[in-house]
């Protein structure tokens, strides 16, 4: 997987997925995109968030208040010294981000906070 996804990502991709780095914020342009479609997985093409869950957190990185059913786990992650949870794509296992609960609280209280580098668009 690891030989494949090298020869299929780009460096900042691989180095997301696979390393769980993090892309630089304000850098994705999925930040203030608003078009109408699904956010899939960039190296598997999982579908991973629909884009009306997508809202603007101002934290930098796209950001969905829900996934789509069985499209993501949940791993704890316990790097930098604090609890996070990190949020992974089901089919490939590749890294995407995490999940805080400081989202809008009309939709349930969650903010997937993604990178925009591990996903791919599909229009409506
Ligand atoms: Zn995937």
């Known amino acids: ?55 603007n957190s101002y934290c930098g990185w796209p950001s969905f208040w829900d996934a789509k059913k069985g499209a993501v786990k949940f791993h704890t992650d316990k790097s930098f010294f604090i609890k996070r949870t990190e949020v992974v794509c089901a089919k490939c296992g590749g890294h995407l981000g995490h999940v805080f609960n400081d989202g809008p609280k009309e939709h349930g209280g969650k903010r997937f906070c993604i990178n925009g580098v591990a996903l791919g668009f599909k229009k409506k």
């Open 1 to 55: 997987m690891e030989e494949k996804w090298k020869r299929k990502l780009t460096k900042v991709q691989y180095r997301v997925l696979a390393e769980k780095g993090t892309e630089i914020p304000f850098t994705s342009k999925f930040v203030k995109h608003s078009e109408k479609g699904k956010y899939i997985c960039v190296a598997c093409g999982n579908v991973l968030f629909d884009s009306e869950t997508k809202f």
